[in-house]
Every structure is written in C-alpha cells, then in structure tokens.
C-alpha cells in the first residue's frame, strides 16, 4: 500500500499544470521565465494528475451550465424582469461561478473552464497539446451534461424559453455578434493572462492579487455589454452545450460565430500579451 501511494503522489505532480488560473505560479522575487511547455507530453497520458484534472473540467463546466442556464430560464419565465435578477443578475450568475470555480479548480487543473481560455493558453505554450484537446472535449462534455440537467427539470419551459442558446440578436448583423464575441473574449483571456502572470506576481509579490476575482468580474462586465447582441458566448463549450441539448435551427445558424469569433479573440489576447505586453521575443536580444 505504501508504495501505491508513492505513486499516486509522484502521478499527481509530475505533469502538474504549469501555470494554474486561480494561484501565483512564482512568488521568488528572482523571477526566472519557465520553459515553454511541449507540443505532446506522452507521459502525461499515464499520470492520474492528467485525467483528474481532465474530470476537474468537466465537472466546472457541467456546474456552469446548471447555474447559469437555470438563472437565464428563471429571468425570461418572468413576464416582469422587475420581479427577477434582470440582464444585471444574470451577469453576476456568469462572473460569480467562473469566479468560484477558477478558485475551486485552479490548484487541479488550472481552472479553464473555457476552450477560449485553453486555447489561448495552448498558444502561448502554457499547457500541451495533448492537454489542451483533452480540456476542451471534456468542458464541451461537462457543458452539454449541465444543460441537459436543466432540461431535465423543466423540459416544456427550457424550449418555450430558448434554453440559454446563444443566438445573434434581431436588429444586429452576423458581423456585428461575431466582433461583440471577438472583444469580448479578448477581455477575457487578456484578463487571464495578466492576473496569472507569474513574473508581474513575482515583481509585486507585496500586493496580494487572487487570480479568480479579475476573471469573473470581467467575464461579468463582458456579459453586461453583450447580452443584448449574443446573449454573451465567449466560450464555445457554454454555446454548443445549449445548442445541443435545445437544438433548433437558428441556435445552429449561428453556432460558427460561438467558436470563431472566442477563438480569434483568445489568440490575438494571447499575442498581445506575449509579444506587446511580456516581449518574450526579444528578450533574447536584451
């Protein structure tokens, strides 16, 4: 037995996530830049720490989708928003589960919850590949799961209300909604990277900074803005967990702009901060 448990502490922290969402990845005021993690970890696929954060994903994400979408149905069941949480509540569903749940999963798996913020990640070589693609299946799973819960409880109101799918706005064009979920997942993952920069934590270490406060009150503030356009994506696994379980033909027709436009977004954060923001191709030079 002791040496079983050996293991499972050698497998826990092997092939831990290099740089987690919710936690300083350096507190040493000698900051020194870590290694690009690589393109394929084979040994990844045997450590248990891979597929318990893989679980940790999917079950943010499923817990997501349950609050979010039940506030959603909970505000448009209402003939009077007056009597409900409004377009202002339903904001705070969003911002305050990513902030719980950043919180809750960031030590295990860096708390993503998000393929947008995976991939922009992923881009600036945070995590590999074999975990990035590993993340985003199990937080669509978690997502289609946590929206057929709500189904489940109240099937006749999830379709009469439009089950928390996202879908461009009459009045706003298809270009329009995919530049509202461009912005606004480049808040987003800009965000992530600049309250987990390990070497800003590092050069401030006597300013505390709690990682999961600045990422949920900006995917809040994203939301506030662009409910009105999309019904706020930013972030692909959210959008097509609604549009399979309520699955109708205009939650589909817009589905491309629920993955393009945070995808776009996420890398061109991604950019910014690693090339504007941190330079980290230059350095070199300096």
């Known amino acids: 037995m002791e040496g079983k448990e050996e293991d499972v502490k050698l497998g826990a922290n092997k092939f831990s996530e290099r740089q987690p969402l919710g936690t300083s990845a350096q507190t040493d005021k000698d900051y020194k830049e870590p290694p690009p993690a690589p393109l394929f970890e084979p040994g990844e696929l045997k450590s248990w720490s891979f597929y318990r954060a893989g679980i940790a994903e999917f079950m943010a994400t499923f817990l ?33 589960m990513i902030f719980a749940l950043v919180y809750c999963t960031a030590g295990i798996s860096g708390g993503h919850i998000n393929p947008a913020v995976t991939f922009g990640l992923l881009l600036a070589r945070k995590l590999s590949l074999t975990r990035a693609v590993f993340y985003i299946i199990m937080q669509c799973l978690g997502a289609i799961c946590g929206a057929g819960v709500v189904k489940g409880f109240q099937s006749s109101q999830y379709e009469i209300l439009g089950g928390g799918a996202n879908v461009v706005a009459p009045g706003y064009t298809k270009g329009a909604g995919l530049g509202a979920e461009i912005i606004g ?7 992530v990277f600049s309250a987990t920069d390990a070497k800003r934590n590092a050069r401030d270490s006597h300013v505390p900074i709690l990682a999961p406060l600045p990422i949920g009150f900006a995917v809040f503030l994203v939301h506030l803005a662009t409910i009105p356009i999309t019904g706020t994506g930013i972030n692909p696994a959210r959008s097509l967990g609604a549009a399979i379980i309520y699955n109708r ?38």
Do not use: E, N
């Open 185 to 191: 997942t480049f808040v987003l993952v800009y965000t």
């Open 249 to 286: 033909d205009h939650a589909w027709d817009d589905q491309w702009i629920f993955w393009v436009g945070p995808f776009i977004g996420a890398a061109l954060a991604a950019v910014y901060h690693q090339i504007v923001i941190r330079a980290i191709p230059f350095k070199s030079r300096t």
């Open 64 to 96: 997501f989708l349950y609050i979010t979408i039940l506030t959603v149905m909970g505000v448009f069941k209402s003939k009077s928003k007056c009597s409900t949480v409004g377009i202002q509540g339903i904001a705070w569903a969003f911002g305050g």
